[in-house]
């Protein structure tokens, strides 16, 4: 099993509250991610993907899956593939995520003078890749089969 080590930075976002934010890549374009153990699914802000020019397909498998815990009751599902999607040297291909407006994320992350989310690294990413954080090195370790 092959595995990738990424550093993680640690923002203050006021006394004693803390986001941890992780550098990632789709198709050659940096974007920061918040690192989101109680998100059930990763997900990004729906404007700069259409900003990107990716296709937006609504989730119409009729489950709703991807509106579990996001906060919002009936709202409809947005999603796309990212073709290529790199953390670190681990790089995932059409990996789907959702969608969501974070507007809100960023005007508080723009009051306080943190750097845009563009995202959120959610459970599905960080369970299928085995994801280890060690908070003293301030590193995230992924695992990959291959």
């Known amino acids: 099993m092959k595995h990738y080590t990424v550093k993680l930075k640690i923002v203050k976002l006021e006394s004693?509250?803390?986001?941890?934010?992780i550098p990632a890549k789709i198709e050659?374009?940096?974007v920061n991610l918040v690192v989101d153990t109680g998100a059930s699914h990763t997900c990004f802000d729906l404007n700069f993907i259409k900003d990107l020019n990716h296709k937006i397909e609504s989730d119409d498998s009729g489950k709703n899956e991807l509106n579990i815990g996001l906060g919002e009751?009936?709202?409809e599902s947005k999603v796309t593939y990212l073709p290529d999607f790199q953390i670190g040297?681990?790089?995932?291909?059409?990996?789907?995520v959702a969608l969501l407006d974070l507007t809100h994320v960023n005007m508080t992350y723009k009051h306080l003078k943190k750097p845009m989310i563009h995202g959120m690294l959610g459970c599905d990413f960080l369970i299928r890749f085995?994801?280890?954080i060690d908070y003293m090195k301030g590193e995230m370790t992924l695992w990959c089969k291959n």
């Open 89 to 96: 040297k681990l790089t995932v291909k059409d990996y789907m």
């Open 16 to 21: 004693g509250s803390y986001h941890i934010t």
């Open 73 to 75: 009751v009936g709202f």
């Open 130 to 132: 085995m994801a280890m």
């Open 28 to 30: 050659d374009t940096p």
